[in-house]
Each structure stands twice: as structure tokens, then as C-alpha cells.
């Protein structure tokens, strides 16, 4: 079934893979911040290079890109990439979504790939944008820094959003400057 972005979001939001996103650093709070940025760069990228992106995707693997993250343990969970994609597309079938399933899952896994796993194609611009978004809220970690600009895949577009970045994560990213925590 093909939904409205608002139809979308409150359906997606309403669903028990997502309310079950514990809070802490990588929950909802997190996941709605990186659909705000991905939005925001889907819209400049669609302007500047007058091409159409898959808003329906990209709004599911914003919100779903963490859900099945292991939440704020002491060891790194480097399989939450694949099983949220996993989650993530059995959640597409389940709710019978009109979208691209297969971009879904390419957008969420290369966000966090497993260890060692190389991709035969390139990144979607919806991928991009997920996946930069999704570093732009790096500014959540306030010992961080941030961001680094270096690893951006859509650079002119993400790093024009660090300072709102900065100050939606209630800090300006401009101390991070003087400090050398975030290299430029």
C-alpha cells in the first residue's frame, strides 16, 4: 500500500519494532534526528541535481536504520546494520509498504556494514543521505566532537548542516573548532 509521508512516519513510529527502539544514545530520539537531516539533504541534493529520490525509503531507513541496535553495552555491536536491515525489510512485508524493499536494506546495511563485506554497487543518494545524516548526529556525543567532515559522502550538502547539527544537539559546533576535535 502506498502511504502519505505523514501516513508513513506515524505508521512506522507506531509499530512495535520501532516503539521497542529502547532510548539511550542510538534510540528514537536519535532515529528522528537522522530522518530531520536526511530530509534536509534529500531536498538540497533533489534541488541541485533535479533528480527525484525515494522519499518512502528514505523515511523508513531513517527512522529503522538503528532498531535493532544493542543498546549502550560495553562491546561494539557491529551486526545492528544487517539485522535492522533484516527488521527493517520484514516490516515492509508486513505492513505491505509500496516502496523499494531492496533499497531499504542497501541504505540501512551500508550505514553499518558487517566486518569485511564489500558492495558490488555504489552508494544510492537516499544511502548518502541516511548514512550522513546518521553522522551528523554524531554531535549527541558531547566528549566527541562531532562529526568528521572527512568521512561525509555528500560533503558540500552535510557539512553545511553540522552547525544546526550542533545546535539541535544543544551545543555550537564552532567550540569543537578551537578545541581540534573535529579536524577540517
Known sequence: MRLTTPQLIKTITGDPL?????????????AERVLLFANMLASMIQSDKNIILD??????????????KVEESS???PNHGINSAKAAYQLINKL?????????????????PPKGHKFDTPSSFEAMAVGDADKLDRFRFHSLGGPDPRFFELKEYSISLMDISARVNGHSW???????????
Open 18 to 30: 520501532y516503539k521497542n527502539i529502547r532510548f539511550g544514545k542510538h534510540g528514537r530520539p536519535h
Open 96 to 112: 505491505d509498504l509500496e516502496c523499494d524493499k531492496e533499497k531499504v536494506y542497501d541504505m540501512i546495511i551500508r550505514h553499518c
Open 174 to 184: 564552532r567550540s569543537f573548532k578551537h578545541t581540534g576535535s573535529t579536524p577540517l
Open 75 to 77: 562491546a561494539a555491536d
Open 55 to 68: 522519499m518512502q525509503a528514505l523515511t523508513i531507513g531513517a527512522l529503522l536504520h538503528d532498531c535493532k
